[in-house]
Structure formats: C-alpha cells, structure tokens
C-alpha cells in the first residue's frame, strides 16, 4: 500500500483551502477544485475563536489572519426588552489562556490569506469545475474533464455531491432563517461598534460584530420561520420582514434595524446535515467540513470545525502508512467532537432563543468557551 502520494478535494471554501494547504505542506500532491469560476468568498462576517486559530497557525498564517481581522476585547449579550446586558465576556485575554486570538472577519479577506498559502504550498488550484459525478477517487466535471488521485476529499459544503456516495438524503430545513449585512460604522452606531454581541428574544436574535478594522459592522440576525428554506447568501431580503420580527424591541434593536435598512439586505434559510456515522468510504474517499457534519450557526463553529478537520485529516495522513490508515485516523480523532458540536449548537439557539430571556444563563452558561471548546488543539490531538 504505502503512504498515498496525491489528493483530490471537491470545494475551495474555508474547509477546502485550508485542507488544500495543510496537505501541500506536508508533502501531498493536492488538487483542488472549485465550482465558482472563480476562488473567493461572500461578503459576510465569520467569528473564528482560539481553537481554529491553532488549526490556521498549523499552515502559518494565524498572524495574517488576524491581521485583517479585529480582535475584540469585550462581547455581550442583551435583553430584547430593554437592551440590559444579561452576560458581559471579557475577550482582552483570549490570546494568553488559550494561546492563540479569537478574531471576527470578512469572510472574502480570511479566504485571500487562505488561498495565498495555499499557492504557495503548490496547491493545483482549478476553478470552473464543477463536480458532477464521481467513482471511486475519481470525479467528473460538468465540462467533461474528469480528475483521479490516491485520496478523494468532499469539501463541497452542505450539498455536498460526494456526500451522496455516503448517504442518498439531501440537507434538512432547520426552521431557522438568518438575515445578514454589511453596516458601516458611524457616529449612530459606534458605541454598538464597540460593544459588541447579540440581543437575545424569544425565537430570534440579532448578532454584530466588526470587520475591516472596526469601520464595517457585520450584522446577523436570526428567527425561526416556517415555509421559506432557500439556502443560498445572495437571495435579496424585504427590511420589512426584520421590523415586522424585531420592530418591538429595544432602542438598541431599533437603532441595528434603522443601519440595515440603508445596506444591501440578505437572506438565508438555514439548512444542515443529521450527523454521519462514518466519514471514510472504501479506505479511500472522506468528508470533511460542512459536507461532514453542516450544522447551525448558534456557536459559531462550522467553518472551525472545518479548518481543525483539514489540520487533523493533513497530520493523520501524514502520520499513517496507508490511506486506510490515515482515514480512520482521522475519523477517530475528528467524529466525536464535530458531532458533539452539531448537537450543541442546537441547543444553544434553544437556549438563546427561549420564550422567556429572562431566563437565560439562570442554569449557569453554556456557550463555546464554557463549553470547552477554546482549548482543543489540532496541531497536537492525537491522531
Ligand atoms: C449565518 C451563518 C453564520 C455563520 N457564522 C459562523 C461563524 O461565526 N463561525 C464559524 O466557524 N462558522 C460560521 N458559520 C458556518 C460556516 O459558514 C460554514 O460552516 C463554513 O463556511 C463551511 O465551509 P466549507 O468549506 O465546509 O463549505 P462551503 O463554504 O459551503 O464551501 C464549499 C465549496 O465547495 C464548492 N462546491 C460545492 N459543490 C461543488 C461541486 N459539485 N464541485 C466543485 N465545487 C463545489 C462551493 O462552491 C464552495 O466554494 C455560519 C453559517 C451561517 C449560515
């Protein structure tokens, strides 16, 4: 058998590019290809914490993202009532407790920085092809040109087509909808700007966080609805919708809702995946990323759980004597924790999101550093 010299993956996303990297640098031959004609991300805002900084800190580039990204020093979260803070979090020390930042950034900046090291580790990067069938580590294009390598990796996000090979059932509807935009910061809003977080009320919630150095506020606010479950961030959004779901609550709300209204509005319904119970096909194809495990936003994880699995599959590969080998590896080191995630991640929007706010945090916190997460390390997990 021997250890597997090439690898394929389907999806340049965040999981993709970041896989894409990790497994140039330790001495793969990767090819990796993209749907869009193009390499790049949406405009939208990403909270990346501690533990997918160390997975960015494995292909070396924590610095630079964090660079284009802010480091926050203080998040809270607020009553939809009057806008109290229920919960302040003091972030200032994220760098020294758990040894790398939690930053907020553009989306589109994180996948420049991304995509440069993958360039630079010799990735083949080939955009336009889209994936439309594939065989064993074997993938066909739309166009007709069909790709082959030793290892076969889905990264192609939620709807994922190599998915397909590990089970027939398209994504699920969540019941939740997010509305996002890009606001920049004026005097109207700065105090917003500068404390940052999330205004919590029963079946929605309005999240905001900076970007591009504290002068654009990404804005994500989120209901539960039924009977809309397009999946997608371009669909254009009525403001009506926001002021008929938060026009009632607090002057703080009032003052997000007037600031969205002047942007581009978005919308998205939320769809995710039920977890797998295995990630690895015939010793040779996985997943890895949304098309492993999508799940709902409400601890801010995905795209995390997608740049340590990139880390973690490059190491068990690297680590193993066969593909076999390495894919089990990595199954075992990455399952519990990405599935133990999904499930949090519902509760938290329960949680959240509960008819009575002024219940929330009464049962003590439960959130993505209480939780633990913070201090899990893919440069050192055992693989
Ligand atoms: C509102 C919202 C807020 C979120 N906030 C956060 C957050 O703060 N922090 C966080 O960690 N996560 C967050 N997430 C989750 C995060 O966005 C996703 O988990 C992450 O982007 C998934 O990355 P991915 O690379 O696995 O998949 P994707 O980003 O979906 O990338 C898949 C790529 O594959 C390509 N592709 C698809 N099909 C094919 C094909 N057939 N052939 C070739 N290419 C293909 C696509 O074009 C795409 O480029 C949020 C999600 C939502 C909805």
Redesign the pocket.
């Known amino acids: 058998m021997g250890r597997p010299g090439s690898v394929l993956i ?7 590019m970041t896989a894409s990297a990790a497994l140039a640098q330790q001495g793969f031959k990767v090819t990796l ?4 004609p193009a390499f790049g991300e949406i405009g939208a805002g ?3 914490t501690p533990n ?1 900084m160390k997975g960015l800190d494995f292909i070396g580039i924590c610095e630079e993202a964090a660079a284009v990204g802010v480091e926050p020093t203080r998040q809270r979260i607020q009553h939809w009532r009057d806008g109290r803070t229920i919960v302040a979090f003091d972030r200032s020390t994220q760098r020294a407790t758990y040894g790398a930042p939690y930053i907020t950034v553009h989306r589109a900046d994180l996948h420049d920085v991304m995509t440069a090291a993958a360039r630079r580790a010799g990735v083949e990067m080939i955009a336009g ?4 069938a594939s065989e064993g580590t074997s993938v066909t294009c739309a166009d007709g040109r069909s790709f082959s390598a030793d290892v076969l990796v889905g ?7 190599i998915r397909q090979r590990f089970e027939a059932a398209p994504p699920h509807f969540t019941g939740h909808v ?1 509305w ?1 935009c890009l606001v920049p910061v004026t005097p109207e809003i700065q105090d917003l700007s500068d404390f940052p977080g999330i205004i919590i009320g029963p079946g929605a919630m309005m999240n905001r966080y900076n970007v591009r150095g504290s002068r654009v506020m990404n804005f ?1 606010f989120f209901a539960r609805q039924e009977g809309w479950n397009e999946e997608g961030w371009t669909t254009p959004a009525d403001p009506a919708e926001l002021a008929a779901i938060f026009g009632h609550w607090c002057d703080d709300a009032q003052r997000l809702l007037a600031a969205a209204t002047r942007q581009p509005l978005f919308k ?1 319904a ?1 769809n995710a995946r039920q977890p797998l119970d295995r990630w690895v096909l015939d010793g040779s194809v996985t997943l890895l ?3 492993a495990h ?1 799940m709902t ?1 409400f601890l ?5 759980c ?1 740049i340590e699995d990139a880390v973690v599959l490059a190491r068990a590969l690297a680590a193993a004597d066969s593909a076999a080998q390495g894919l089990a590896r990595y199954q075992a080191a990455r399952h519990e924790r990405a599935t133990f995630i999904q499930l949090e991640s519902n509760a938290n929007a329960d949680r959240m999101q509960g008819q009575d706010t002024d219940l929330f945090g009464m049962e003590g916190m439960k959130d993505e550093e209480s939780l633990g997460l913070f201090t899990y390390d893919p440069r050192s997990v055992v693989v």
């Open positions: 389907v999806g340049g996303g965040i999981a993709g290809l993209e749907a869009a990403l909270t990346l997918a092809a889209a994936v439309v990264a192609d996000g939620v709807k994922s087509i997010a996002r994500v998205w939320i990323g949304d098309a999508a936003p801010g994880h995905g795209a995390a997608g």
